[in-house]
């Protein structure tokens, strides 16, 4: 089993900066992708980024490529997500999901992930 630990979300202004974090414990050795998805009221949850923890290789969704960037720590178990220019339209709930090696799926689709964090709420006004 893994358990994910959000945090660093909070309140910042349009146009601002963020980091979450997302450590990660347990069976990390597992873990071959790690991903952010983000909620918002009355809409579903939509991915954000993604990493495959093994080579480094990154994903990103249209609506924020350009302006987050996914990151890991593999020292620290660790995997950030670095947010810039934020707007209005990224205020969710952002939950970091890790995925265990074979599971199906793309990067994009929740399916591939089968351990999830309780959520950091990322507010921009």
């Known amino acids: 089993h893994v358990q994910l630990v959000e945090s660093g979300g909070g309140s910042v202004q349009v146009g601002g900066s963020l980091r979450v974090s997302c450590a990660a414990s347990?069976?990390?050795?597992?873990?071959?992708?790690m991903g952010w998805f983000r909620q918002a009221p009355g809409k579903k949850r939509d991915v954000v980024a993604s990493i495959h923890t093994g080579f480094g290789t990154t994903f990103s969704a249209d609506s924020v490529k350009g302006r987050f960037t996914i990151s890991q720590d593999k020292s620290k178990n660790t995997v950030y997500l670095q947010m810039n220019s934020l707007a209005p339209e990224d205020t969710a709930m952002y939950y970091c999901?890790?995925?265990?090696?074979?599971?199906?799926?793309?990067?994009?689709?929740?399916?591939?992930?089968?351990?999830w964090g309780q959520g950091t709420q990322v507010t921009v006004s």
């Open positions: 347990g069976a990390t050795w597992n873990i071959y992708s």
């Open positions: 999901a890790a995925g265990s090696r074979g599971r199906d799926g793309t990067w994009a689709e929740e399916r591939r992930y089968n351990f």
